[in-house]
């Protein structure tokens, strides 16, 4: 499985983005499927997802202003980020784990950037 992640960009603070990340195929088994984001020079963090209960789950630094969605039929996640920190500047990526198999992919991410 291969994840293309996209919708990064240079916003101003309090501005919203909107990310995407599409898997060439789709997930049938049990997975779980969030985003990550690593800032400069910082460890790559959770942010957002979907567990494999299905529960969406965000880290607390971006919930109630950030949404979690999923598009199934386009094989594609969303997050759409709102009230836009500098803060929040990082190279965000998809991940999914596919609990069927074993195996975990990671999309090769969309940096996002937010000037103060």
């Known amino acids: 499985v291969q994840l293309q992640a996209s919708g990064g960009g240079v916003v101003e603070t309090g501005g919203s983005l909107k990310l995407s990340c599409t898997a060439s195929e789709a997930t049938r088994g049990i997975h779980s499927i969030a985003w990550y984001r690593q800032p400069p020079g910082e460890q790559r963090s959770f942010v957002a997802g979907i567990s494999s209960d299905g529960s969406t789950h965000y880290t607390p630094s971006v919930e109630g202003r950030s949404t979690f969605s999923r598009d199934d039929a386009k094989n594609t996640i969303h997050l759409q980020m709102d009230s836009l920190k500098p803060e929040d500047t990082a190279v965000y990526y998809c991940?999914?784990?596919?609990?069927?198999?074993?195996?975990?992919?990671w999309g090769k991410g969309t940096l996002v950037t937010v000037s103060s």
């Open positions: 991940s999914l784990v596919d609990y069927s198999s074993g195996n975990d992919y």
